[in-house]
């Protein structure tokens, strides 16, 4: 298998390049992830983040033949050769496939993903009705790889005041969850040309993501939420 | 009144949107289904109170729709705030000097 791996090390002064590798892929190699455990056997300069190998930590997520990917969910086979790998788009690279999610989780943090709700707790559990329960299908299953977020041209635009894709569809699991009561604050904060209003529906977002979600779907949501409010 | 203004200018460029397709179309059906409309029945259209009263509300929402678009692409593309400004001001200058520009022509229509 013929590959072409983005190589940068801050430390040696060098400017990034493309390193070729040619591995033989094992019977039991099905994902990608698994050649490059291999390449990383036989060049442990090789640096990338990868934890459960199963498409649920999201730590894998890169570029692969020019779409954004999780290594552990994308097949060898079928894969066009040289099979292309470079970190994430639009965020600063680290080192080799390992890109600095500061800003990321900075706007993952800013819209405050957890339920607010300052009324007396029950004596147990806040209960939904299977109906409210269903609202959140399709959004809490999001790994925040930042597959979608790293891919849309908005993002790259703006990264610093563009919340992004993965925030949107967060912030809109949190505005729809019926436990919640900030969602005259969080509607709010999102009411910005920026943080909300600079998503120009391009999808590349729900085309990319490895989970099948729709942040595209969920950013229409939030703005159907405003619109109704405003009204 | 915020400059950058998220839902109000969203649903501004749709609203407007909107109305510019209704004119628009209805535009062309006249065309379409009014056999010889040319010159004279255009002059008439824009010399009539009711015919100037839409061209003006359809080219107040053109420079609307415009206004929003262009301030879009500019939030995009260019981040310094001088080069900015600039071009933003260039933008609305452009536009309300053809807005005057219009309502000069159409009220020298009721002049004559």
Known sequence: MHLQIYR?????GLPPRMQEYRIEPEPGDRKLLDILIRIKAVD??????????????GSDAMNINGRNGLACLTPIEGLHEPVVIRPLPGLPVVRDLVVDMTLFFAHYSAIKPY???TEPPPERERLQTPEQRECLDG???????ACCSTFCPSFW?????????A?????????????????AERLDYLDDVYRLYRCRTIMNCTEVCPKGLSPSHAIEQIRQALLVRSL | MRLFSGQRAWLLQRLTAVLLLV???????ALIFTPGFGYAQWKAFFSDGHGATLTVVCYIAICLHAWVGARDIILDYVPATAPRLALLSLVAVLLLATSVRLALLLAAQFMR
């Open chain 1, 8 to 12: 940068y090390c801050p430390d040696n």
């Open chain 1, 44 to 57: 442990d300069s090789l640096s990338f983040r990868r934890s459960c190998r199963e498409g649920i930590c």
């Open chain 1, 115 to 117: 339920l607010i709700n």
């Open chain 1, 139 to 145: 959004l809490y299953e999001c790994i925040l790889c």
């Open chain 1, 157 to 165: 635009w703006n990264p610093d005041k563009f919340l992004g894709p």
């Open chain 1, 167 to 183: 925030a949107l569809l967060q912030a809109y699991r949190f505005i729809v969850d019926s436990r919640d009561r900030a969602t």
């Open chain 2, 23 to 29: 004119a628009c179309l209805a535009g062309l059906a």
